[in-house]
């Protein structure tokens, strides 16, 4: 992804950046305000509620300014890798080359993996907590409709998975100015209800989150745990700085959402200390009713759907993240915008998505439900993120150790509270997260073990220095007419699959091609440009082809140039060949035994069959290479 | 599996069959007291005094044992056996036979219906260990009902215990599991004759008009309770598909001997209990037993009938799978023999996860066997009506029957299944929805297999390379002898392997010794070394070899290869090529088929058989070739 751009020259650019900052970034925190408060509400004593609104109030407040506006917005987001947010910034910023020759996965990446994974573990409750609160805002207008929310939140969220593939290039220059009107509305709810009850601005105090915590001891765990869910979105907006870089994110927050989302909490709390008799969710209940209500849940709906692409379109950068590092098997990627590099889709991980969140909307069917589940994990990542960028302000930014430690360990106060208050929600269905996030974390390690093992074993080995050059001069070679191209990763060295091919077969085709596939990082490369040709000698090419993340190699059109620069190969009678790796189990790898056979079978889907570049099949051979784990 | 067991000479062996039947053919009905008479005590029709809707229950119970199993069941379905084996399969392959019209496109409807049968049975495959397992653990709060929460923990508990020890076979418990069986079927039947005593007049449920006046309810309340009735028979169909183990007489034996009196006494007993206790809302089969010390060891009793009653609907599943592997409907998986002397026990390690995590998920997702009985039944009766159905086609087809009888004694049977089979039609929301998403799923894995494989047997294989063909390409001047030896594996001892003409196409060259290697897996459990290695000279360097293993041996290539080069074939083991071959299969052809069947059948293909033995060859001597298919 691009690094953020330099300072645009006019405001209106500058404005432009922070509207669609808030089309993408804000979704998730600026959609808490349907379900927050009805959340915290619930767990106060009936009888006290309309007095301890103020101590509810104030500790929202208090979380949203210090885990947001102080912790992520004014320390963490100021660790980029190259623009990039998120928890693999935060890897990539803190890793040190291990000395020693010492193998495997250290601790501190598993740390920060495992909050990688319960990322992806929450990717699927927030779409269809969002989506599920939007919905259930019919209610509100007419509650006949109860049966019809659940029905509803599966359509909306079916059909927002069915588009991504077609991605957003379309209709997301509406988010911005959508999520602009539903802040400004969240805004003047709020303000017209605050005058009702002008005394919640007394939240303003810590003090009086304090004290309700104090008074109700045997409550602070559940009263934590739906406050909690005011800062659910903070982990999204740092992940998503790389798509806008952090200033632009600090303004929009600063001038947009903070107000907005602040105005509504305390105009919800205005109106539960008027209505302290009124059950219904006092989001809804802010709308007068009749139409206006109604106009409010069409908007709710649509800044969830909003949220929910966010979080989608956040999910898929995670994924490319791992795998461009390396901790995930290969996965297709497409590319759905040519002028935005960051705006791709992942088939995989995207019905994986569909799946995991229809299924919860299914199973929980509301949002008080979900809510008991909905923490744990996002309040576990940010435990990890902490942990993370205290690694970095050591090794990168060399603080000293008590600044690090005082600072971090201010934000794990707080992380560490969230926490151990939302663990209780373990058995409620928290437990889901948890679940996806440890399946996730188990493929990803043994991705990474299984790669580090075959990278060490198999591709450092004996064989690795040898020249091309001198192996194809070998006189004892049998040169048979024809020829053959070969499709390698690497554009240096002795590919092993040609070694693997001479040590089998015995005899190399008198024209050979070696043939590597470079995308590059533009939409496309020119025609001209997108051949780069060297003569290895003894009928040996080395051969590079460059293709925009855009452009679909179209290889038989290659070999066509190739020809034409003069190497003797006839596109149509050539040999493609391919190679793969053929894992076999039961090797001496220092891996556990399940751990290779769920290498083996990644491995042996990872790769995606789209790779065979429009090559006729007849012309086509693969060979496998083995390997023993 | 042996097929038509030899007649055992002494009383003592044919006793030894018969018991041994019961504990493996009648697990899944003789554990349905378990819950069925609840289940229908609490679906009677509203407003039905206790004493005409318990004796029309009980009625309805009777007749359907009578008239499913006794007649339909063991008189005629059971007589359609494929040497020996039963199962929906077997009727399958007794259609086909004979019938070799392969060259149309498609799967004839009859196969569709068999599959879609098949395919039904996995479905409730995975409920049916479920369901016993919990209704045996909520005997627990028959002793104390505090335990309630401890149900589903135990049942699942106990689920993974018995899944996880799949791998070690059922060899050295298999013994004790008939005599276990036949304890449980005479408690039962003792129990049941005891609370008769209480209450003789529940013996006029044998009237079948009790049963008729409750079928004049409102449909709808008929049906709930004709979804509780059929409890009673849902294993009827595992009967039929074990039948190849003990043989059709033996099954008849234990039936009539033991299972059949066990069971009509305990609903009777429990009918007695309920017309006794009309107020009682216990579980009666529970009840039956005094309070005490005697329902704590009824509740061990159960929990050992119902583990005994999944290991074999376990068993059932893996001959299944296994069957379907055999017709070519399903991947190849990998097999373990778990038993030198049976060929039939076996464990393929992969339908066993599934079953294991779709049990377990299904007790955590249902929690009661309440709520699952209103899963349970769907998918079997279905089954049922698919079984008279294909039944209806052998007797046409393979025996030629005359129309007129095949028609009237068929029609009559799918009445009865028609009618259980509608009434648990209004399941399908209540979670019946469950085994048919597992049958639809099985249903489109074996579908695409099939249809699939046709299509690349059509494109790739059609034309065999004979023999004389291949030393002519070996001749020829436009392939290159090299030094060395390569030895391709081939699937079958005939034709010319497709990796040896893709590798001559492309590479233009061949080895100076070619062998051609199959490894043949024989019905026997061991090959004795003296007969494992056949050898012929094909000529011009080309020699064909078969390598024979018994089921319990795993083939030592290396070994086989040593013994070639001692039978006078110049190679050297240590510098030989093993070539495998392996289909890559790519979508965007022009298949008959959908596009999500190709990705489905490319995705099935890529991971056939996935801890693909590579025989002990080393590693570094191994090259696969990968010869891309396009769909």
Not at chain 1, 379 to 384: D, L, R, Y
Not at chain 1, 604 to 612: E, G, I, S, T
């Amino acid at each position: 992804m691009n690094a953020p751009p330099a300072a645009p020259p006019s405001f209106r650019a500058h404005a432009a950046m922070c509207l669609g900052a808030l089309g993408v970034v804000f979704g998730d925190i600026g959609t808490s305000p349907l379900y927050t408060m009805r959340e915290c509400l619930a767990r106060l004593p009936a009888v006290e509620r309309a007095h301890e609104v103020l101590g509810v109030l104030s500790l929202m407040f208090w979380a949203l300014m210090f885990e947001v506006s102080f912790k992520y917005l004014t320390f963490v987001t100021r660790a980029d890798n190259r623009g990039e947010g998120g928890i693999f910034a935060l890897l990539a910023l803190s890793h040190r080359p291990r000395e020693g020759g010492r193998r495997g996965i250290g601790i501190a990446t598993l740390v920060a993996l495992g909050g990688a994974a319960l990322l992806f573990g929450d990717g699927v409750i927030t779409p269809a907590i969002s989506v599920l609160g939007a919905a259930e805002g019919f209610n509100a207008f007419n509650p006949g409709f109860e049966r019809w929310v659940v029905p509803i939140s599966i359509a909306i969220l079916a059909a927002l998975f069915l588009i991504q593939h077609r991605g957003t290039k379309s209709i997301g220059g509406w988010f911005g100015p959508v999520m602009l009107v539903w802040f400004a509305t969240l805004a003047g709810l709020g303000l017209w209800h605050i005058f009702e009850a002008p005394v919640v601005f007394a939240a303003l105090n810590p003090l009086r989150g304090l004290a309700l915590l104090a008074e109700y001891p045997g409550r602070a765990a559940a009263l934590l745990g739906s406050v909690v869910l005011t800062i659910t979105g903070a982990e999204a907006l740092y992940a998503d700085l790389g798509h806008f870089g952090r200033r632009y994110i600090a303004q929009a927050w600063a001038f947009v959402v903070c107000p907005g989302l602040v105005l509504s909490y305390f105009g919800q709390g205005a109106y539960a200390i008027a209505h302290p008799d009124d059950p219904t969710n006092p989001f809804f209940a802010m709308a007068p009713e009749g139409p206006m209500r109604l106009v409010l849940v069409g908007l709710s709906i649509a800044a969830a759907i909003i949220a929910s692409q966010a979080l989608i379109a956040g999910t898929f950068s995670l994924a490319r993240q791992a795998i461009q590092l390396g901790f995930f098997p290969r996965l297709k990627v497409f590319h759905t915008n040519p002028r935005q590099p960051g705006q791709i889709y992942l088939p995989l991980t995207n019905w994986s998505l569909a799946i995991g969140s229809i299924w919860i909307v299914f199973n929980f069917g509301s949002s008080t439900r979900l809510a008991a589940a909905y923490g744990v994990a996002i309040t576990c990542t940010m435990v990890v993120t902490t942990f993370a960028f205290f690694r970095v302000t050591r090794r990168r930014w060399k603080w000293p150790l008590w600044q690090s430690l005082l600072l971090c360990g201010a934000f794990s106060a707080f992380d560490l509270t969230f926490f151990t208050a939302n663990l209780h929600k373990l058995p409620d269905g928290g437990w889901l997260p948890i679940l996806i996030a440890v399946a996730v974390l188990l493929i990803m390690h043994a991705w990474k073990t299984g790669r580090d093992e075959i990278q060490e074993k198999v591709y450092r080995g004996p064989t690795a220095d040898l020249e091309l050059a001198d192996v194809v001069a070998s006189e004892q070679l049998l040169r048979v007419p024809g020829s053959a191209v070969f499709m390698v990763a690497s554009a240096n060295g002795t590919p092993l699959a040609l070694l693997h091919h001479l040590k089998a077969n015995r005899c190399l085709h008198r024209t050979v091609v070696l043939l590597t596939i470079a995308t590059e990082e533009v939409p496309s490369v020119p025609a001209a440009h997108q051949l780069h040709l060297h003569e290895v000698g003894h009928g040996v090419w080395r051969a590079i082809g460059r293709y925009g993340y855009m452009q679909s190699p179209d290889v038989a059109a290659l070999i066509e140039q190739i020809a034409a620069h003069g190497v003797p190969v006839d596109p149509r009678a050539t040999i493609y060949y391919f190679n793969r790796e053929m894992i076999i189990t039961g090797g001496a790898a220092r891996m556990w035994n399940w751990q290779k056979h769920l290498y083996a079978f990644i491995s042996r889907n990872a790769v995606p069959a789209k790779d065979y570049y429009h090559i006729a099949p007849s012309q086509i051979i693969e060979i496998g290479l083995p390997i023993q784990l | 599996m042996p097929s038509h067991q030899p007649e055992p000479a002494s009383r003592r062996a044919q006793l030894a069959l018969t018991i041994g039947a019961l504990g493996v053919v009648f697990g899944d009905i003789g554990t349905s007291p378990l819950y069925t008479m609840q289940e229908c005590r609490d679906h009677l029709p509203a407003g039905v005094e206790p004493l005409p809707g318990v004796l029309g229950a009980l009625s309805l119970m009777f007749w359907a044992l009578v008239l499913v199993v006794c007649i339909k069941y063991l008189l005629i379905i059971t007589k359609a056996d494929n040497e020996g084996e039963g199962g929906i399969f077997a009727l399958l392959a007794l259609l086909q036979t004979g019938r070799e019209s392969q060259t149309r496109r498609g799967l004839g409807l009859a196969v569709i219906m068999i599959l879609a049968g098949a395919a039904l049975l996995y479905g409730d495959g995975i409920i049916t260990p479920a369901i016993s397992v919990l209704g045996a653990a909520q005997g627990l709060t028959a002793i104390n009902p505090g335990f309630a929460t401890f149900v589903p923990w135990s049942a699942a508990a106990i689920l993974a215990l018995l899944f996880w020890f799949q791998h070690k076979g059922s060899r050295s418990i298999g013994n004790i599991f008939g005599p276990v069986m036949l304890v449980w079927f005479i408690t039962l039947a003792a129990l049941g004759v005891w609370h008769i005593m209480e209450y003789p007049g529940v013996i006029r449920a044998i009237n079948p008009a009790y049963g008729l006046a409750l079928l004049q309810h409102r449909p709808a309340e008929v049906a709930g309770l004709l979804g509780a009735v059929v409890l009673t028979i849902t294993g009827t169909e595992a009967l039929y598909a074990d039948m190849g183990h003990f043989g059709r007489k033996y099954i008849e034996l234990a039936w009539y001997g033991a299972a059949f009196p066990g069971l009509l006494l305990n609903y009777f007993g429990q009918g007695a209990f309920l017309l006794a206790h009309p107020h009682s809302a216990e579980n009666p089969f529970f009840a039956l037993a005094p309070q005490g010390w005697s329902r704590a060891l009824l509740t061990a009793l159960s929990f050992v009938a119902a583990i005994i009653a999944s290991q074999a609907l376990i068993s059932g599943a893996y001959s299944l799978t296994r069957q379907a592997i055999q017709l070519g409907y399903f991947p190849r998986l990998m097999i373990k023999y778990t038993n030198a002397e049976h060929a039939g026990q076996i464990y393929l390690p992969f339908v066993n996860t599934l079953l294991a995590l779709g049990s377990i998920f299904t007790v955590g997702f249902f929690g009661s066997t309440a709520r699952l009985a209103a899963a349970y039944g769907i998918a079997v009766t279905g089954t049922m009506v698919i079984t008279t159905l294909a039944f209806f086609l052998v007797c046409r087809r393979r025996w030629q029957a005359a129309l007129w009888p095949a028609l009237l004694g068929c029609g009559f049977f799918l009445v009865i299944d028609l009618a259980f089979f509608f009434a648990n039609s209004h399941k399908i929301a209540e979670g019946g929805w469950f085994p048919l998403a597992i049958g639809a799923a099985v249903f489109a894995v074996m579908h695409t297999w099939k249809i699939g494989r046709r299509e690349i047997y059509q494109r790739v294989y059609g034309n065999q390379v004979t023999d004389a063909e291949l030393t002519s390409i070996a001749r020829s001047k436009h392939v290159t002898r090299v030094s060395g030896s390569g030895v391709f594996m081939v699937g079958s001892p005939q034709g010319t392997p497709l990796a040896l003409l893709h590798h001559v196409k492309s590479n233009r060259s061949l080895h100076q010794t070619i062998v051609l290697l199959s490894i043949a897996t024989e019905d026997v459990p061991h090959v004795p070394f003296k007969r494992q290695l056949t050898m012929t000279e094909v000529g011009e360097g080309i020699w064909r070899a078969i390598g024979h293993y018994g089921y319990m041996q795993s083939p030592d290539v290396s070994l086989l290869i040593e013994r070639i080069r001692d039978g006078g074939v110049p190679l050297n083991p240590d510098a030989a090529t093993y070539f495998f071959n392996r289909e890559m299969v790519i979508a965007g052809g022009d298949a008959r088929m959908w596009e999500w069947q190709k990705h489905l059948y490319a995705f099935l293909s890529r991971n056939a058989r996935p801890a693909k033995d590579y025989y002990r060859i080393p590693p570094s001597q191994i090259i696969e070739l990968g010869l891309p298919i396009q769909l």
